[in-house]
């Protein structure tokens, strides 16, 4: 077997069949002498050109080498013909369904970090933000007292839970995106009630509101843009997957305090007008204050100034967030991509803080040209 030739009719047979027509012009290359490889029926060239056009015949058409005459060819003779190093038993895998594509995203979705987010300040600061809207419904509706004890609650929740975080080492990601979302839910909403009731004036309800949404509009950029692969509606919401950590600036922690301030001063001159707070106890101390502050008057002109330096700082914390590169730390490796998505969120806090600046600039103008008119209006009467 060893120096057997190839028969005749074999060769007629390959060159006859249909898989011959791609190698018609090269068979005067393929070799007659036949080296035996493993067993009879598993034969194999010495040429690895040979090799290579065997095996195209067999992709072509697998049955052309079994009708070649007399030769006992068979698919193990080709497969040992292209890879004689290894047995059939080492064949390539096939190919990755579906099903494991799936498995394996999966499975890699799984291993991203998640966190531990019931805590107990992740809990005071949720349950401020679900007494934000019955405090908004009491101001509207002229309760000041039960608003006023909500947000003394809603202020030592606040401060609970940031120190309780601190002291037992309970930051988690999503109580730096929660707790300030919190707060600024609950001045969006004081100040809007406030400013619908004529409390506050609207020059400063716009400043407030147009820096809070400014700031609410770029985190929502913030969390799509560095939120990890696959982008989907519900890993948007899992705030349990760290994308973007916010550092508030000094000069915002600041501002935060002096709007509490001025809105806490804001209430409590409410209550005075607010028959179930006069007649409680709390009613005379208010009264005895109003007295010693010089009157309504005094007091009037106590609440306009702190007006003025709220407005101030509002105003230097939202430009800090638009130059500051250091108030959002994108998580991630692409520093390329964190520089990128940086600077876009700045770009889109400073383009609607100056919107606003502006029509709060116009509001202030208009409301000063009124009071002008209506002074004119009162010396000509007289």
């Known amino acids: 077997m060893a120096g057997s030739m190839m028969p005749r009719a074999a060769t007629r047979s390959l060159l006859s069949s249909p898989s011959s027509v791609l190698v018609k012009n090269r068979l005067s290359n393929f070799p007659i002498a036949l080296v035996p490889y493993h067993s009879r029926a598993s034969l194999c060239w010495d040429s690895s050109r040979s090799k290579r056009l065997c095996t195209q015949i067999y992709r072509h058409n697998p049955w052309s080498l079994q009708r070649c005459g007399q030769a006992p060819f068979t698919i193990s003779a080709v497969r040992g013909a292209a890879n004689p190093e290894k047995p059939e038993k080492d064949d390539p895998p096939p190919p990755r369904t579906l099903t494991a594509i799936k498995e394996t995203l999966k499975t890699s979705v799984s291993a991203l970090r998640h966190e531990n987010i019931y805590t107990i300040p992740n809990i005071l600061t949720f349950s401020r933000l679900l007494a934000t809207p019955a405090i908004g419904y009491l101001i509207v509706h002229n309760h000041h007292l039960y608003a006023f004890s909500l947000f003394l609650y809603a202020g030592f929740s606040d401060l609970l839970d940031g120190w309780i975080a601190r002291r037992w080492k309970l930051q988690t990601v999503v109580g730096s995106v929660v707790d300030p979302m919190a707060d600024k839910a609950l001045m969006t909403t004081l100040v809007s009630c406030l400013a619908i009731n004529g409390t506050l004036s609207l020059p400063l309800a716009t400043l407030i509101l147009g820096r809070d949404i400014s700031l609410a509009v770029a985190a ?39 709007q509490l301030v001025l809105i806490g001063t804001t209430m409590c001159v409410s209550l005075l007008h607010d028959p179930s707070a006069i007649n409680s106890v709390a009613g005379t101390h208010l009264q005895n204050v109003q007295e010693m502050l010089g009157g309504p008057d005094g007091v009037k002109t106590m609440v306009q100034g702190m007006s003025a330096v709220v407005a101030g700082t509002t105003i230097w914390s939202g430009l800090s967030y638009a130059w500051m590169k250091n108030a959002v730390k994108i998580l991630g490796d692409n520093e390329a991509l964190k520089r990128k998505q940086g600077a876009r969120g700045r770009m889109i806090i400073g383009s609607c803080f100056g919107t606003c600046l502006a029509l709060a600039a116009w509001l202030a103008w208009r409301e000063r040209e009124k009071k002008t008119e209506d002074v004119e209006r009162e010396d000509a009467r007289k």
């Open 220 to 258: 929502v950029y913030y969390r799509y843009a560095s939120l990890p692969a696959p982008k989907t509606w519900g890993r948007y919401w899992d705030f349990s997957l760290p994308s973007a950590e916010v550092h508030p600036t000094t000069v915002s922690k600041f501002n935060t305090f002096l």
